[in-house]
């Protein structure tokens, strides 16, 4: 083979019998740069083929044994002689000799009498062409190997869209047989909505001399498919056109942007196309002077649908819900008015149980009431959760553009704020949103801040109310009762503190600082010698629901090294009203240690009897809302006498609390109340107060009728 390093001569091997003409060839060749090597004869030719393989051979046909047809028939069988440019020199110049010496596979020929300057210059010419054959087999082979591998389609057109040429790409089917293509024009083959685009990258591609990229989808046996045609000029009047099959990428596209912008669950637009929706929406009421109005509806209790009827019955809620508003909101009719049809309402779910429906164009405040009523009556009709009936009202806070917020994340935010305002409110009701609601939310969270700060720093403290013996005045029992000295705003109530410490969760861990500083408080006087009566704690429904709730009280106990009947803990009725198994278990374990159980508040709530008989309670305390009319309000006095013979019934214990007046006192003695709590007897009292008293061992209420 011809070497490419730059000083190497090509080789040249003269095959010939006869000496001179070797000598005079090997003169010649010399002259026109070859490095030249003889043989005798074709045997010997053979050979030599080896070491160093020749550029060139010039052959002759007339030798004794193998002749010059012959060894150039053998050389042609080598795989790496196939190349090789062969000259045959012969002495025959007719027709029939020169066809042969083709036949074996010569490249060219030179007849006796040889005119020596032109064999040198064939020589080159020979060896020159052999090597442009040989690149170019070599690129052929390079761009076959290339085409195999590209998974597109290939076509070749001319500048009027006829397929000139074309290759079918391993990953693509044929919209059109091949044998179909070549010689048509592709409006006759492609649907005229795909061919015109295509002729008008063709245009384009020629005439700007830079790829073009047409994007189409065209039927296919299996559905839709859909197709990338990057065009690119191939001379001055032709195209290449590679077409690619970007059906998968099309549908991975269409994946990603259902992921990024609808909700898994529901399959509504989610929080991210809410945003951006909102956004379009703003831009749109900014420009027409239009009001928008943001509603965000929340639904109520759907927490505890979670927790009782488990995440799938929660889920599929989710998705009943958001099936229906998608269904109703979409017809025509849900609102009247025409501007508000299927385009102009949006909803979307932002996450959990909340929904966002954006009303675009609404001049009129009365509309978006309208709408806020209609979606919660819809809501409210029952849904279906396999074989149980399922209600679920809805709480909706409404922000207004431009009144309620300029930009998106301001109103979701009053909308939401608004929200919670219609939770307070009851639920199941909407409300507008208002400034005041933000200085609300405003100080509520201060609030949480300051709680949160106070448990740190301890700034909170038990007082002890005693509860005495409606007989003669001995002390019972006693509440602790939490206090706060804020350092800015002095004593804060706990009416005020207490919602929003069990909003927030504090309450968890204040209720345990409550317990174990009660607790210690028991100790202590019991090491003082002085404690005989139980003292009574109280406990908020989010306390109890929490997971450690019944270790930690049970822990409490052991590292004080109280006994556990020296404790009550006293529940609201409306924590019982939401039982789980857990807890009546949970609750029973500590009842079977010795702890007590109240019911704070009786007759609030719902009073029922079924859950006295299912939770180890103790102790009614008659609220201080029915001792307050005694002994003249006639309804008072009923409920009091109720709840007093209702617990003797029971064989339950039973103290009313808010006991101010003698009056009252005397009408509950009267009512065989046994044990009284209020301000008659004492207010709340620092520890150190609460001893002395407890060395006295009772309470005689004042003659007058004023409280203490
Ligand atoms: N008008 C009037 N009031 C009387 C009279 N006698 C007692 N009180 C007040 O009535 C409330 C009785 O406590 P409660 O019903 O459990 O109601 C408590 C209880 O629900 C809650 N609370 C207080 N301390 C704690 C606590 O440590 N943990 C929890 N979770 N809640 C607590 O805060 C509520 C209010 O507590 P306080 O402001 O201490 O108010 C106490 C007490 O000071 C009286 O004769 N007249």
Not at 86 to 111: C, K, P, Q, W
Not at 199 to 207: K, M, R, S, W, Y
Not at 358 to 380: C, G, I, K, Y
Not at 461 to 467: A, E, G, K, N
């Amino acid at each position: 083979m011809l070497s490419n390093a730059e000083h190497v001569l090509p080789t040249a091997l003269i095959v010939d019998d006869d000496y001179v003409m070797r000598m005079l060839e090997r003169e010649t060749l010399a002259q026109f740069g070859f490095d030249v090597l003889e043989a005798a004869d074709g045997e010997q030719a053979l050979d030599m083929l080896d070491d160093p393989p020749p550029d060139l051979l010039l052959l002759d046909v007339e030798m004794p044994g193998i002749d010059g047809f012959e060894v150039c028939r053998r050389l042609r069988q080598r795989w790496d002689m196939a190349r090789v440019p062969v000259i045959v020199v012969t002495g025959m110049d007719d027709l029939a000799s020169i066809n042969r010496a083709y036949e074996s596979g010569a490249n060219d020929f030179v007849a006796k009498p040889i005119n020596w300057p032109i064999l040198g210059h064939r020589a080159r010419y020979v060896l020159r062409s052999a090597q442009a054959a040989r690149q170019l087999s070599e690129l052929k082979e390079k761009q076959a190997a290339i085409m195999r591998a590209i998974p597109d389609m290939i076509f070749v057109m001319d500048w009027q869209g006829t397929y000139l040429d074309y290759k079918q790409g391993y990953a693509t089917t044929a919209f059109v047989p091949a044998s179909e293509l070549l010689g048509k024009n592709m409006a006759a083959i492609l649907p005229a909505e795909v061919a015109k685009p295509i002729q008008q990258g063709i245009e384009l591609a020629l005439l700007r001399g830079h790829l073009q990229t047409v994007l189409y989808k065209l039927p296919m046996p299996d559905g839709s498919h859909h197709y990338e045609a990057r065009i690119t000029p191939n001379g001055v009047d032709k195209v290449v056109i590679v077409v690619r099959d970007i059906t998968t990428q099309k549908l991975n596209e269409d994946k990603i942007r259902r992921l990024a912008y609808f909700d898994t669950l529901t399959g509504m637009p989610n929080r991210q196309s809410f945003l951006e929706r909102l956004d379009h929406e703003l831009a749109r009421a900014r420009r027409n002077h239009h009001q928008l109005a943001l509603l965000f509806l929340d639904l109520d209790g759907f927490k505890r649908i979670n927790d009782t009827l488990g995440h799938s019955a929660g889920d599929y809620l989710l998705q009943a819900v958001a099936e229906r508003m998608k269904e109703k909101l979409r017809a025509g009719d849900f609102v009247a008015r025409p501007a508000l049809d299927e385009s102009g309402l949006h909803v979307a779910r932002l996450g959990g149980d909340e929904f966002t429906v954006v009303l675009p164009d609404v001049d009129e405040t009365h509309t978006v009431s309208m709408v806020a009523t209609r979606l919660q009556a819809l809501l409210a009709q029952p849904f279906l959760i396999g074989t149980q009936e399922i209600v679920v009202t809805s709480s909706i806070g409404i922000a207004l553009f431009p009144a309620d917020g300029d930009d998106a994340a301001t109103l979701l935010k009053h909308a939401d704020t608004a929200m919670y305002h219609a939770k307070d409110q009851g639920r199941n009701n909407w409300q507008l949103y208002h400034q005041s609601l933000t200085t609300q939310t405003t100080a509520r969270m201060a609030l949480e801040t300051d709680i949160r700060k106070g448990l740190e720093q301890g700034e909170f403290h038990l007082l002890y109310q005693p509860q005495v013996s409606a007989a003669d005045g001995t002390i019972v029992g006693i509440e602790a009762l939490i206090r706060w000295q804020h350092p800015q705003h002095g004593m804060v109530s706990p009416a005020q503190f207490i919602p929003v410490a069990e909003e927030s969760g504090q309450i968890v861990p204040m209720g345990e600082w409550v317990l174990d500083t009660a607790c210690r408080q028991i100790m202590e006087w019991q090491l003082h010698g002085v404690l005989t009566a139980r003292v009574a704690v109280n406990v908020s429904a989010r306390q109890l629901r929490s997971p450690h709730f019944l270790d930690r009280v049970a822990a409490i106990i052991s590292e004080t090294g109280i006994r556990a009947e020296q404790l009550e803990l006293e529940l609201t009725e409306s924590i019982l009203m939401d039982p789980e198994s857990r807890q009546v278990q949970g609750l029973c374990r500590l009842r079977a240690l010795g702890v007590h159980f109240a019911i704070d508040d009786f007759g609030t709530g719902y009073s029922s009897l079924s859950y006295i008989k299912r939770f180890p309670i103790g102790m009614l305390k008659i609220d201080q809302s029915f001792v307050r009319g005694l002994p003249n309000s006639a309804n008072d006095t009923g409920i009091a006498t109720a709840i007093i013979a209702m617990a003797h019934n029971l064989g339950l214990e039973v103290i009313a609390e808010g006991v101010e007046t003698r009056q009252q006192f005397e009408f509950l003695q009267q009512a065989k109340c046994p044990k009284l709590q209020g301000y008659l007897f004492s207010r709340p009292l620092p520890p150190d107060e609460v001893e002395i008293l407890l060395r006295r061992g009772s309470i005689t209420p004042p003659s007058d009728h004023t409280a203490k």
